[in-house]
């Protein structure tokens, strides 16, 4: 973090600021159903800005520093699919209405963007003191690849999660849902809504994410300043990625495996990086040829709703 200038920091806090103003006060001032054209352009404009700030970062700090943000924004891009497919699953089995599914989203993103940084941060300072916490990074991404391949990984159900049913123990839930309200007042106490217990679900997944996609960063870079920078980035732009891709993702049933070689390949980075030293431009055309195949298999051979289920 102090590595990094003062000033690097300043621009890129007033990009996310400028960035999130625009999207709140000109995009969605008011709720309304997202559709798959405006989904589209804006996920096209969060990557515009992601490219941007690359542009920027590799002209202000450097060559190696613009290719290390790109690979690491790429992972975490691919990564936050697997993230989308999860939410879609948590807003059918909690029925959340169309309308609402944003607000959740938003309060979503940016309870993972507090969650990101204590999580990149921590782990920058555990590897900087800890050599073996190396190993200990690539050995969770590698069994978390083996466990994104076993059927048991496309079971969500939130009603199960340890937070959600903590929520009902503490705290009376209404039956229905009350517009795009988390909490109503009823009887003179509180109650939290149906849309509150689907927020709760989608921050307790980010935590599980933030325990694969960390580590998955770390192996392509140690600066806590890229780490975070491209973690925020593409977490930004997963709201828009998942209205555009909710209809059609369930199709690509190729998706698990593709993510899954990619947490193998930076798992696999990691643990070996004392004896096979990988460039991040090797690791940057690695990842893209994954995605690449990912994305070209399940075009040429489609899947179905209840293939990736």
Excluded: C
Excluded at 89 to 118: D, E, N, T
Excluded at 148 to 158: G, Y
């Amino acid at each position: 973090m102090f590595s990094t200038p003062v000033h690097v920091w300043v621009v890129f806090g007033v990009a996310i600021a400028v960035a999130i103003v625009v999207d709140l006060g000109v995009f969605h001032r008011k709720a309304h159903r997202i559709g798959l054209k405006e989904a589209i352009a804006e996920s096209a404009a969060w990557i515009s800005v992601a490219l941007l700030f690359n542009l920027w970062l590799y002209h202000a700090r450097g060559h190696q520093a613009g290719l290390e943000f790109l690979t690491g924004y790429l992972v975490e891009k691919s990564l936050s699919v697997d993230n989308i497919f999860v939410f879609l699953l948590i807003f059918q089995s909690l029925a959340v209405p169309a309308q609402a599914q944003h607000k959740v989203l938003y309060y979503g993103v940016v309870g993972a963007l507090v969650m990101r940084a204590a999580f990149v941060f921590a782990g920058v300072a555990l590897l900087r003191s800890f050599h073996w916490v190396l190993f200990v990074f690539g050995a969770v991404l590698l069994l978390t690849a083996v466990r994104m391949l076993l059927p048991s990984a496309h079971m969500v159900k939130p009603e199960r999660n340890w937070l959600v049913r903590l929520v009902r123990m503490a705290v009376p839930v209404t039956t229905q849902y009350e517009g795009e309200s988390f909490w109503v007042r009823r009887g003179g106490q509180w109650n939290a809504t149906p849309l509150f217990l689907a927020l709760v679900a989608v921050e307790a997944t980010d935590i599980v994410f933030a325990v694969d996609s960390v580590p998955a960063v770390l192996a392509i870079t140690r600066d806590s300043f890229i780490a975070y920078s491209s973690n925020v980035f593409a977490i930004l732009g997963l709201r828009a990625l998942y209205f555009g891709l909710a209809d059609v993702l369930p199709r690509f049933r190729f998706l698990r495996p593709g993510l899954a070689a990619i947490l193998l390949f930076t798992g696999a980075k990691m643990v070996a990086s004392d004896w096979i030293p990988i460039s991040t431009g090797a690791s940057l055309g690695t990842i893209l040829g994954i995605v690449a195949v990912m994305i070209g298999a399940s075009v040429l051979w489609p899947g179905n709703e209840t293939a990736t289920h």
